[in-house]
Structure formats: C-alpha cells, structure tokens
C-alpha cells in the first residue's frame, strides 16, 4: 500500500497555485521555484493535517492552517515569505487566533514537513497566560471575558469543566 503524495504539473487558472485531490498535489506550470516551494508546502500541509478531514469542516479553516504552516516552514528555512505582510502578522506567532485543535494540525504538518526537509522544526512558545481560579456549580453557564479583544467564550456543559 502506498503511503505518499504524487506531485505532478498543470495548467491551473491563474488564482490558483497548486491544489490537492486525495494523494495527488497539482502545482501550476509556470510558478517560479520561490513560489512553487511555498505552494507545495502549503499543499503538503492540506494533504498531512486535511485528507481525512469530515466534509462539512470550515475550508477558511483548513486555508489559516496550510497558511500558518506556510509561514513556519519558511521561518525555518530561513525564506521569504512575500504572501505575509509583516506589519499585519508576527512570524513568532503565526498560530495566534486559531483554535487548539487546529494549533495541534499546524504543529503536527510543520514538524513532519520540516523534519522531510532535514531541518526539524522549532518548537513554539507561546505567551504565558495568567492563571484562573474558577469555582462553578455543575450545570451552570460560566462566560469567560476577554477584555483585550472584546468577546467571550461560553462553557453551559459540565463536561467542558
């Protein structure tokens, strides 16, 4: 049984750099080898951390995450990356904002891609976050406040405790 990814070249539309269909990653003829490392990259992390992903899953979602390992492959190369706009996005923390889950699936393909590419991955720090005591009846709502950017998350479940 066959456990890679096939990689061929096609006439893709303009917009579009590269794409994956089950173990096949497309790239489009024609992209210089800047572009065509970072697209392959970006497509490697859709078929590593997206290939068995449930259809009904968020696209945008899979999209931040080929995007945040995108971003830490080409750190860790050493790279440009002309796709980020610097004043806009911390190389530091391109995970920032996403969800745990998909913090793990970003992790996860960086370090398996950096690892094919001999150069390992360095492992991310985040910022220390202050500690919460927190003392609930089962069953009841807790709303936790996020003052800095103005939302809150809500836990109604005791399971979520």
Do not use: K, W
């Given at each position: 049984?066959?456990?890679?990814?096939?990689?061929?070249?096609?006439?893709?539309?303009?917009?579009?750099?590269?794409?994956?269909?089950?173990?096949?990653i497309t790239l489009r003829t024609g992209l210089s080898p800047e572009?065509?490392?970072?697209?392959?990259?970006?497509?490697l992390a859709h078929w590593l951390a997206h290939r068995d992903a449930r259809c009904r899953m968020d696209c945008t979602l899979f999209e931040?995450?080929?995007?945040?390992?995108?971003?830490?492959?080409?750190?860790?190369l050493n790279l440009p990356h002309a796709a980020?706009?610097?004043?806009?996005?911390?190389?530091?923390?391109?995970?920032d904002n996403l969800l745990s889950a998909s913090v793990a699936r970003v992790i996860w393909a960086?370090?398996?891609i950096c690892d094919a590419l001999g150069?390992?991955?360095?492992?991310?720090?985040?910022?220390?976050?202050?500690?919460?005591?927190l003392k609930a009846a089962p069953g009841k709502e807790i709303v936790f406040e996020y003052e800095q950017r103005g939302m809150g998350d809500f836990l109604g479940s005791p399971e979520a405790l």
């Open positions: 049984m066959r456990s890679g990814a096939r990689l061929s070249r096609a006439d893709l539309p303009e917009c579009v750099h590269g794409r994956v269909y089950r173990d096949l572009q065509e490392l970072v697209t392959l990259v970006h497509e931040y995450e080929a995007e945040a390992v995108e971003a830490l492959v080409m750190a860790r980020v706009d610097p004043s806009g996005f911390d190389l530091a923390s391109p995970t960086n370090a398996r150069v390992g991955a360095e492992a991310l720090v985040s910022e220390a976050q202050a500690s919460i005591d």
